[in-house]
């Protein structure tokens, strides 16, 4: 109903800025988040009815309020509290549900009770505006819990003081764990997560259809408010069919499942699973990014299978575990329509609404990933891994996959912070700061993301490896956000480097330690294929970046990044499973009389000072020596493309030729191309041949050290020896890029078309990759004296 009046009430309130117009509209649906985590447990506590009715005069109360608001402030605060009381049917309704129907006959209930909320938006605004204001009576609601059904009649059975004291006592500590059940469901629950994760995608979605919808028809099409809300009309055709339509297969497609699950048994001791619930969901998910009728019969199809699917895993607790599948879907729709006039400013109305469409498709992918979930929070493959899974293979490539998504966002971040730092620097108002500072702000998220190696691998082991990806993944999806609001000043991108770098080196090290639980003979080409997805993220992105810079600017394109990274990291994250139970031993010191392994860990420690300088310096080389900012663009997308080749072919070479013996060409390779090629490259051809064989030497690096130090230390000693290898490398990641914009300063890097004021740093580079190499020799040697045998 607030919707097509957002520009009326926004010039009678004296409201001008764009967000706070959307906020008096998405505020309400922050309200829908909290009110059910407060009023489900309730409701499991005092009842259905009581909380239903006095949500009832609570949200008239303050509905009342909002239309006497005279200013912004209190509009958005009236709003807000009526949807705390507006809130209650979401989350009691789904307790109602569960106590009136079995769970064969619950789809037809869950079709009309999830249409209600969803036709809301549709028919008030064309109520609202033709200046209709509905007058709903109360409903005399009856009890239907039936733990407090039992207690009232207990209570007019026995009336004794005794038992009245005992009763209050125990109705405080009942509700003070139901108050933090929902809670403990979103955070232990896989289904709970998943569930949230897509709803929350849909809805946010949803919203912005519903918040832009009055601009696009009386903007764009010159349409009269009232003309306008009929489009919403389609949206309503679809939630109506596709709830009918639902409701009938919901619970035919149970029964249906429930038969042939029980063929050889009883009917009377027939079971079924809430999961029988979930096929209609494909097919929503399929239908929701096509168009705005059939958005609607998709998402109403999608809405309707998660919640019976909700009631029917939690039961008696539907209530709470509702509330807190609910939660993140309205803080998404209170939260992305607030950036929806700035999206469309940008992108405009075809890209926008396609934007939208790509972050409900990767967020489907979330719910079609089925895995049997036990109710103490660890999955059940969790707990009997350690015996069944089979090494170098089954489910460690599912593993591999997540962790591969993992490291795509790690190295889209370094290999696009090149591209980023040149755009800075022609901004106006960062065009007094000196490359060395943008390439110490880059060299700051990188060295974080190994220095805390050490932390990560003690972290895993406490809370799991799971867990501390998707810590990772939503640290860096909050850098890339802190970025986007923070182009213009120095101290905000340091920020979000630093963010960058605790979530990178979460994602960063469980990526390197968890293919060593379930590999032996294949680790090379698992390392391989989990490093191939850092070439790619840093290839695409490269790409990606630079298009999105020339479009939308610097802050949109990290806001891009931050949504992409969110909506295909988490799901995958919550793929990833340990094969042995985790160990908090990050540190072992004892490793270091192992002088193999020492002079790994030191050539480690050194190389890494070279390794990112041309990732970084690769586009200003360029433009100095007269190449167009495209052409740089596309230098630098060659190096990591042959930088995702590397990491692949290199893991393949470790299993066939041996992993130290890759590690010793590796660092060969990096030398000889920085000494030999990169320091005459005053040509596009020649530094096309060095991107080219230094990408690939590059990558492999990242494939062949771990692997080496797994190799030789064992499964078991290997997370500690990789974690403080890792760390080892915080100081070069810090200090090596600054070194080389130094020595480019002090030799006047500003002279055009020439690589002679680059030469310094290229020889320190080059240098240090040398000094590498033998150290690596000296490992080797220890081995074996004969080189051409596998090790």
Known sequence: ???????????????????????????????????????????????????????????????????????????????????????????????????????????????????????????????????????????FIRETYVPVLLKQRQHHVSRDETSGSNTSESLMTRLRLASVRPLQF??????????????????????????????????????????????????????????????????????????????????????GEPEFRVPPMFVGSVLIPIGSFIFSLGSITCMQSMQAYVIDSYAEYAASGLAAAVLLMHIAAFGIPLFAPYMYDSLHYGWGNSTSRRLKKMAARSVHHEEPVSLGGRSEPDQASESTAIRDGGYGWVVVFACFVQTFWVNAWTGSWGIIQAALLLKSSMRTTPAST??????????????????????????????????????????????????????????????????GSLMFTMSNSLPLQWFNDRLGTANGLVKLGGGIGATVMALVVQQLIYKVGIAWTFRVMALTSLASGIPTALLIRERAPPSSSSIDMSLFR?????????????????????????????????????????????????????RLASGIACDKLG???????????????????????????????????????????????????????????????????????????????????????????????????????????????AISTALVLVARLRMDANLIKKF
């Open 1 to 139: 109903m607030v919707a097509p009046a957002l520009a009326n009430m926004a010039t009678g309130l004296g409201i001008r800025n764009a967000v706070v117009s959307q906020l008096t509209l998405t505020i309400f649906m922050l309200a829908y988040a909290i009110g059910p985590l407060l009023l489900g447990p309730l409701s499991e506590t005092s009842g259905r009815s009581p909380v239903l009715l006095a949500s009832n005069v609570f949200y008239l109360a303050w509905t009342l309020g909002c239309g006497l608001a005279r200013n912004k402030a209190e509009l958005i605060a009236f709003r807000f509290l009526a949807g705390i009381g507006g809130s209650a049917p979401l989350a009691v309704g789904a307790g109602v549900i569960s106590d009136l129907w079995a769970p064969g006959e619950r789809g037809q209930a869950v079709g009309i009770y999830s249409l209600a909320p969803l036709l809301g938006p549709v028919i008030g605004p064309l109520t609202g505006a033709a200046g209709v204001v509905g007058v709903v009576g109360f409903v």
């Open 186 to 271: 979103f955070v232990t629950e896989y289904i709970i997560m998943v569930v949230a994760i897509y709803m929350a995608a849909v809805f946010g979605v949803l919203y912005i259809l519903l918040s832009t919808y009055p601009k696009v028809w009386t903007q764009e099409y010159d349409e009269r408010p009232g003309i306008g809300a009929l489009n919403y009309i389609s949206l309503g055709l679809g939630y109506v069919l596709g709830s009918q339509i639902n409701a009938c297969s919901s619970d035919a497609i149970y029964r249906c499942l429930l038969v042939r699950r029980n063929a050889n048994e009883p009917q009377s001791s027939a079971k």
């Open 438 to 503: 943008l390439s110490f702000v880059g060299s700051l998220g990188l060295s974080l993301t190994v220095a805390l190696g050490l932390a990560c691998v003690w972290l895993a082991g406490v809370i799991g490896a799971r867990w501390s990806s998707l810590i990772g993944i939503a640290f860096f999806g909050a850098s890339t956000l802190v970025g986007s609001f923070t182009v213009s000043n120095i101290g905000g991108l340091f920020m979000s480097a630093a963010l960058y770098g605790l979530g």
């Open 594 to 646: 192992n002088l193999t392994f020492f002079f790994l860990f030191v050539a480690g420690f050194i190389g890494i000072f070279a390794l990112y300088i041309p990732s970084f310096f690769l586009p200003t080389v360029a433009t100095s020596i007269g190449l167009s900012s495209t052409t740089a663009a596309g230098v630098m997308a060659c190096y990591n493309a042959c930088m995702a080749l590397g």
């Open 659 to 769: 992993s130290t013996n890759m590690l010793l060409l590796t660092m060969a390779l990096n030398a000889v191309t920085m000494l030999a090629i990169w320091s005459v490259a005053s040509t596009l051809a020649v530094l096309i041949v060095f991107a080219a064989l230094n990408g690939i030497a590059n990558g492999a690096f990242f494939v062949t050290m771990p692997t080496a130090i797994g190799r030789l230390l064992g499964p078991h000693a290997a997370p500690a020896g990789i974690g403080m290898a890792i760390t080892g490398w915080s100081v070069g990641d810090l200090l090596g890029n600054p070194i080389a914009g130094f020595l480019i300063a002090a030799t006047h890097a500003d002279r055009a078309n020439s690589i002679v004021p680059y030469r310094a740093a290229i020889f320190y580079a080059g240098g240090t990759a």
